[in-house]
């Protein structure tokens, strides 16, 4: 009986200590990795394609249309999902998705960044929330799905393809991708993990985080899948992210 008590007393306090080495590194590196996401967009600016039309390892960025584009493969038609697409990162989010693409989370932030550095800025640093409602930003995004079928393309906005129970929540971009933690981003995507880290000791610690930040408005989490909508399992797909622009009161 005693060991088991002390057995658990080690883990509580490896939790501790984790949890605050966390909180420790991302504050202390805050700032670089701010300045470090500005230089890697400054050397992304000079690898110009056409004129305005940039890109981010898979992620194509047009400048004047105010959009990014990548692919995915469908994976689910049917059933509950927390997030509509996964892009890589968070290893284990990809089996509670509908759509799995190659872009990489860490990528999908720059591009980000890259469209509107404020938007980023407000949303991910959680600057000026004194003033700015980060739910529902002066700039907004709408995501399409684009598909070939009997040889013509389709296109859909990706709310068609889920099913929200409670009329208060407002899904947003965040709701649909996972956009990534500042808490836990470093460890994560910097640190370059191969797998989902299931047996890590911070991992119990970032998932029980995360579930808790992804409950919206009327705590409901995830969505079902509309089945009606859904392209077919398997069918490869074009993501266009969209940059909306809504006027200011």
Same mark, same amino acid.
């Given at each position: 009986?005693?060991?088991?008590?002390?057995?658990?007393?080690?883990?509580?306090?490896?939790?501790?200590?984790?949890?605050?080495?966390?909180?420790?590194?991302?504050?202390?590196?805050?700032?670089?990795?701010i300045?470090?996401?500005?230089?890697? /967009?400054?050397?992304?600016? @000079? %690898?110009?394609?056409?004129?305005? &039309?940039? =890109?981010?390892?898979?992620?194509? *960025?047009? $400048?004047?249309?105010?959009?990014?584009?990548?692919?995915?493969?469908?994976?689910?038609?049917e059933g509950?999902?927390?997030?509509?697409?996964?892009?890589?990162?968070?290893?284990?989010?990809?089996?509670?998705?509908?759509?799995?693409?190659?872009?990489?989370?860490?990528?999908?932030?720059?591009?980000?960044?890259?469209?509107?550095?404020?938007?980023?800025?407000?949303?991910?640093?959680?600057?000026?929330?004194?003033?700015?409602?980060?739910?529902?930003?002066?700039?907004?995004?709408? /995501?399409?799905?684009?598909? @070939? %079928?009997?040889?013509?393309?389709? &296109?859909? =906005?990706?709310?068609?393809?889920? *099913?929200? $129970?409670?009329?208060?929540?407002?899904?947003?971009?965040?709701?649909?991708?996972?956009?990534?933690?500042?808490?836990?981003?470093?460890?994560?995507?910097?640190?370059?993990?191969?797998?989902?880290?299931?047996?890590?000791?911070?991992?119990?610690v970032?998932?029980?985080?995360?579930?808790?930040?992804?409950?919206?408005?009327?705590?409901?989490?995830?969505?079902?899948?509309?089945?009606?909508i859904?392209?077919?399992?398997?069918?490869?797909?074009?993501?266009?992210?969209?940059?909306?622009?809504?006027?200011?009161?």
């Amino acid at each position: 009986m005693k060991k088991e008590i002390k057995n658990i007393l080690i883990i509580f306090l490896l939790i501790i200590i984790g949890i605050v080495s966390v909180i420790y590194y991302n504050l202390y590196l805050k700032e670089n990795r701010i300045k470090k996401m500005e230089t890697t /967009i400054s050397e992304i600016i @000079k %690898e110009e394609t056409e004129e305005n &039309i940039y =890109q981010i390892s898979n992620i194509v *960025i047009d $400048k004047n249309k105010e959009e990014m584009y990548f692919t995915g493969r469908v994976v689910k038609t049917e059933g509950w999902v927390q997030f509509l697409i996964y892009v890589d990162g968070y290893k284990w989010l990809e089996d509670e998705a509908a759509i799995i693409s190659d872009a990489r989370l860490k990528d999908l932030q720059l591009s980000l960044a890259f469209l509107d550095w404020k938007y980023w800025d407000e949303f991910y640093y959680m600057k000026k929330v004194e003033k700015v409602d980060i739910k529902t930003p002066e700039t907004d995004w709408e /995501i399409l799905i684009q598909w @070939k %079928e009997d040889n013509k393309f389709k &296109i859909i =906005q990706a709310n068609e393809t889920i *099913i929200i $129970k409670d009329t208060k929540d407002l899904i947003k971009l965040p709701h649909l991708i996972f956009l990534g933690n500042l808490l836990f981003d470093q460890i994560v995507l910097e640190g370059e993990l191969t797998t989902s880290c299931q047996g890590c000791p911070l991992f119990s610690v970032e998932e029980k985080t995360l579930r808790k930040l992804f409950k919206r408005k009327s705590l409901e989490s995830g969505y079902e899948i509309n089945s009606e909508i859904m392209p077919p399992l398997n069918t490869k797909i074009n993501i266009i992210i969209k940059k909306l622009n809504f006027p200011k009161d």
